[in-house]
């Protein structure tokens, strides 16, 4: 089996070998990638490939990639649906 690259919180802090709330507190603090692609407000996804990089000290905006840049910005120029 594969692993997926894009990881909800849950699976980014298992992969991680951390609890949910360090991961929000090591995204605060600039020594994780955040998440790149989010499904909506509360389902942000991150990049398996991001969390490598900045796992291996490269920081957190290594191993961003091109479709990962293109996804983010389709994604932000997509009108907002109003609730």
Known sequence: MTEPRWLDRDAAARYLCVRPAALARLVREGRIAPPVFPLGPR????????????????GPGAGADPVAQAVREILAARPRRSA
């Open 43 to 58: 389902s942000p996804r991150w990049d398996r490939a991001r969390l490598d990089a900045s796992m291996a000290g490269a």
